[in-house]
């Protein structure tokens, strides 16, 4: 006698979806409808937008984005709906980057796949507590859309999937051109933790002793010019920022330090994946000196949350990883994106 196979579908597996469609909802309205004066780069891409109806003209903006955009207004959005698309675009690279950290953590075994929605809602919920999130929205918004995608190339590039690795760095670097600056450090993940680690240590020495500055000054000028006078304004501060560097060493240090929080059959897995993290610290200490250095640092800072998502559904905590805690803290999320946006607290 054949067997069917049940096409049943758990309630609180229906439940998680509900709410993360009504999350992501939330966000594009927030985000779609906020002013033009709400984020310094929003009055430019609204710009941009709508000079497309007069024909466009010459832009340095990135193949992609423009083709993104373009697409857009033939299908004859509104400034809103552009807004509100681009939000909706960055909450579909957000379950790309998941997806592709889960595969990284449980491989094919299918009941832990079944947990894909609460790990999303964990890492949603993390980025939305985020003030780096929220520059990638309203201010950095080309860079966040790429942000992510950066972060599942490297991880493709760690698990050796040359192909993945190729197109999802492609589609990054359409939309940012910076994200080619992560992918050159990919051959870190090449080698073994203890060297990575001297890597960072290394890296994080020279930036903060100002011998990265001193040594692009003298033997790549051009470099070190362009840097300095570059995008230059009184609202960004130029020179070594040591809190930076302090903070994002702190990041790539926490998955070992709270390693024994985590299960052990995930436990390595994270851990290496804070050597991608790593690469996408070090153009910073390579060159985050000028102005804006922190843009330097959102690809890195974004993909934190994926990692503390990671190491809260695969705590040994039990009460951390409860989904029904998880859910409300997405709802609560929530309220802190929404002060966040409207008060452009970020980082």
């Keep these: 006698m054949t067997q069917r196979r049940s096409t049943y579908v758990p309630a609180a597996t229906t439940l998680s979806a509900l709410l993360l469609i009504a999350v992501g909802l939330f966000g594009c309205w927030l985000v779609g409808t906020r002013p033009l004066d709400v ?146 450090f990919a051959p870190v993940l090449l080698f073994g933790t203890r060297m990575q680690r001297l890597i960072a240590v290394i890296a994080f020495a020279s930036y903060v002793s100002g011998l990265s500055t001193m040594i692009v000054r003298a033997f790549i000028p051009a470099l070190y010019e362009l840097m300095m006078t570059y995008t230059a304004t009184d609202r960004s501060r130029v020179g070594v920022r040591v809190d930076f560097a302090v903070f994002s060493i702190f990041w790539y240090m926490l998955p070992f330090v709270l390693a024994p929080l985590v299960r052990a059959e995930y436990r390595e897995k994270i851990k290496q994946s804070a050597a991608v993290y790593l690469v996408m610290t070090l153009p910073f200490f390579a060159v985050g000196w000028g102005y804006f250095s922190n843009r330097y640092l959102l690809p890195a800072w974004l993909s934190v949350s994926l990692i503390l998502a990671a190491m809260l559904v695969h705590s040994r905590v039990a009460l951390l990883r409860n989904p029904l805690l998880l859910r409300f803290g997405l709802i609560q999320s929530c309220a802190a994106f929404y002060y966040y946006v409207t008060n452009e607290i970020l980082i």
């Design 39 to 184: 984020g310094t780069d929003t009055q430019t891409y609204a710009g941009f937008f709508q000079g497309l109806s007069s024909g466009g003209g010459e832009t340095r903006l990135e193949p992609g984005f423009v083709y993104l955009t373009w697409g857009l207004w033939k299908l004859g959005f509104g400034v809103i709906g552009y807004q509100t698309a681009l939000f909706a675009f960055m909450l579909g690279t957000i379950f790309i980057a998941t997806r592709r950290y889960q595969d990284y953590l449980v491989g094919d075994d299918p009941v832990q796949r079944r947990g894909f929605l609460t790990f999303l809602g964990a890492a949603i919920m993390l980025l939305y507590v985020s003030p780096m999130f929220v520059n990638a929205t309203i201010n950095a918004v080309r860079q966040g859309l790429a942000a992510l995608l950066v972060f599942a190339s490297l991880l493709s590039f760690q698990r050796k999937q040359w192909l993945a690795f190729v197109v999802l760095g492609a589609v990054a670097a359409s939309l940012h051109l910076s994200s080619l600056l992560y992918l050159v």
